[in-house]
């Protein structure tokens, strides 16, 4: 399975960005996916998981409520709605595709990794 994430560029702090992650296979529609960054300097992070059928999401503290995951299983896809940008939300942002049917917060979790793509919020 190929990922590959799209979506980032530069804002303003309060914007909005739409990050996607296209699958390459149908494979990824039986799985687990998660959004991840990795700011400068700084260790990879959790931000959102989606199990394989949409309904169960999870968020790390820090976008509750300012971010959305969401995915199209049909069109094997998945999106990151962020709102309410904010310069710490800058990052390269990392879609990933989990061994099981589940998300979950743990890197180690994910078999397969997109190339990431920057997301740059300005103050």
């Known amino acids: 399975v190929q990922l590959q994430a799209s979506g980032g560029g530069l804002v303003q702090a309060g914007g909005s960005l739409r990050l996607s992650c296209a699958a390459s296979?149908?494979?990824?529609?039986?799985?687990?996916m998660a959004w991840f960054r990795q700011a400068p300097g700084k260790a990879r992070e959790f931000v959102a998981s989606?199990?394989?059928?949409?309904?169960?999401?999870h968020y790390a503290d820090s976008v509750k409520g300012r971010f959305t995951i969401s995915r199209d299983n049909a069109k094997n896809t998945m999106s990151l709605q962020m709102n309410s940008l904010e310069p710490e939300d800058t990052a390269v942002y990392y879609c990933?595709?989990?061994?099981?049917?589940?998300?979950?917060?743990?890197?180690?979790?994910?078999?397969?990794w997109g190339q990431g793509t920057l997301v740059t919020v300005s103050s």
């Open positions: 989606i199990n394989w059928t949409g309904r169960s999401t």
């Open positions: 296979r149908r494979t990824s529609s039986n799985n687990g």
């Open positions: 990933a595709t989990a061994r099981s049917s589940y998300g979950s917060s743990d890197a180690t979790d994910y078999r397969y």
